[in-house]
Nanobody
């Protein structure tokens, strides 16, 4: 499956952003999907994941209650709604698909990343 992420930008602390990831491929709607992020000098970390049906989600503790992951299988789009953004959320955000990625496992596909910068 091929993934194309978008929606990043520069915002102030407390603002909201919604990231999107368009998936293409014949069976893209059957994949578990997730968002990861990587801040400068840090390892890539799991942010949130969603199973193929959309009924099961999981989040990193650092984003629980602020971020919401969802998907529209009819449009093959994965979303990440980010509210009450903090400077520590600054990172490149990547969408991923395949395997047990919805619970933080290793994906089979990565998107190209979209930069999110939160100023204080």
């Amino acid at each position: 499956v091929q993934l194309q992420a978008s929606g990043g930008g520069l915002v102030q602390a407390g603002a909201s952003l919604r990231l999107s990831c368009v998936a293409s491929g014949r069976t893209s709607s059957s994949y578990s999907m997730a968002w990861f992020r990587q801040a400068p000098g840090k390892v890539r970390e799991f942010v949130g994941g969603i199973n193929w049906s959309g009924y099961s989600t999981r989040y990193a503790e650092s984003v629980k209650g602020r971020f919401t992951i969802s998907r529209d299988n009819a449009k093959n789009i994965l979303y990440l709604q980010m509210n009450n953004l903090k400077p520590e959320d600054t990172a490149v955000y990547y969408c991923a698909a395949g395997g047990d990625v919805h619970v933080g496992g290793r994906p089979s596909s990565w998107g190209q990343g979209t930069q999110v910068t939160v100023s204080s």
